[in-house]
């Protein structure tokens, strides 16, 4: 019986070309994460770790490819043989009917040389002409069949941008920041009523060695001594119905606005006074929780004390480098132009509205420049921010 059972040769060869295709993608596959993972900017050890890995399961997918590759050819040559073989006389010249057979596929690191057959070659690589025959205008970088390469990549299941990135790279990029864990307030961050009293003592003897800033820091409560007495009188005579006697005290309240443009808690050193107060202060507590952290031997609450204490010393010492006249200026001109309004107004109180309203907008300007210095001093402001956006070992979560 000289009768065999063959295959089907073009489903054989469908069969071929669907191999062929897959070690292609494979192909472009592996050689696109490994140039991403090479190229993108993460260092450290845990990076050398993670690329090791990656270039282990590379080359176990290029060892795929490769294998892939081999049996298209092979299934190719099958049916080649086939069809000579089911000639009618049964002879073959050797010539294959269905062109050549897959090429040799290269797995390594360099990209694969395409087109991998004649019939999908561009009409440039063919001999034919392009109609509008104009340059490229992507540069050399561009593909050379963009069309083809977005079909082979379409449905391509990719990896997520977390396993391309790696473990520090949010998903999705770009889009919104994870949810970040909430962080607490520090609430020993602020300085304890009783170091601060304690602190202005220090900030007190300090100075009292010094003759002429000995006597200045004295002027700073007594000036504030003498304006609650100012209006401690007003409010006596308002209450005793004896209003009309007000107006005699603006001399002495144009005296006491006028001086407190140098000694008022305005001034320029009032507020140096207070960046020292809470120097010495930020000083003493820190001490004091770094002594309790040690004692503890608990080096976490150590290392946020040190951070605390450094941020308390940043704010002070910006509270004295930014020290300046215009608040003091500004609100004592208004105070002295309110109390002007005020004596105005018992003869003529429509030519006082104008001076009351530009008491009040100088005194909202006065206190726009103060909130101003507040905000730029405001250390523990930065100390938070810093906690949210870069947190560090030591921090306490929530």
């Not at 993670?50 to 399961?57: A, C, G």
Request: one cysteine or more; hydrophobic letters at 35%.
């Amino acid at each position: 019986m000289n009768t065999f059972w063959g295959s089907d040769t073009d489903a054989l060869t469908t069969v071929s070309e669907t191999f062929e295709h897959a070690a292609e993608r494979l192909g472009d596959l592996t050689t696109t994460l490994t140039d991403t993972a090479h190229t993108v900017p993460w260092i450290g050890p845990d990076a050398d770790d993670w690329r090791t890995l990656h270039d282990r399961m590379m080359e176990k997918a290029r060892e795929v490819g490769r294998e892939i590759a081999r049996l298209a050819r092979r299934l190719f040559e099958e049916s080649r043989e086939q069809e000579e073989c089911s000639r009618a006389d049964g002879s073959g010249d050797g010539s294959p009917t269905r062109g050549a057979p897959p090429p040799e596929r290269d797995f390594g690191n360099q990209p694969f040389t395409w087109p991998p057959r004649p019939g999908l070659m561009p009409r440039e690589a063919q001999g034919q002409r392009d109609p509008l025959d104009l340059p490229t205008i992507f540069g050399p970088m561009i593909h050379p069949d963009p069309i083809r390469l977005g079909e082979k990549l379409r449905g391509l299941p990719l990896p997520s941008l977390k396993e391309v990135w790696g473990p520090f790279q949010y998903e999705p990029l770009p889009g919104e920041p994870p949810p970040r864990e909430p962080v607490p307030r520090d609430d020993q961050y602020a300085l304890d009523p009783e170091t601060l009293e304690q602190a202005q003592k220090s900030r007190r003897k300090l100075l009292g060695a010094i003759p002429l800033a000995g006597t200045a820091q004295w002027l700073l409560p007594g000036h504030e001594i003498v304006g609650q007495a100012l209006d401690g009188v007003e409010r006596g005579l308002e209450s005793a119905g004896l209003g009309v006697l007000t107006p005699a005290l603006t001399g002495p309240k144009m005296m006491h606005s006028l001086s407190g443009i140098a000694i008022g808690e305005r001034s320029t050193f009032a507020q140096v006074v207070e960046g020292m107060d809470h120097g010495f202060a930020g000083a003493l507590q820190t001490t004091q929780e770094l002594s309790e952290a040690v004692g503890e031997r608990d080096a976490a609450a150590a290392a946020r004390a040190l951070e605390r204490g450094m941020y308390r010393q940043a704010g002070s010492g910006a509270e004295i480098l930014t020290a300046f006249a215009a608040p003091a200026v500004i609100g004592g001109a208004g105070e002295m132009i309110g109390h002007t309004a005020d004596v105005v107004e018992v003869a003529n109180p429509q030519a006082a509205a104008p001076l009351h309203r530009t008491a009040e907008e100088m005194e909202s300007v006065a206190s726009f420049l103060e909130e101003g210095r507040d905000r730029i001093t405001d250390a523990q402001a930065a100390y938070e921010l810093r906690r949210t956006y870069v947190p560090l070992p030591w921090d306490e979560r929530g």
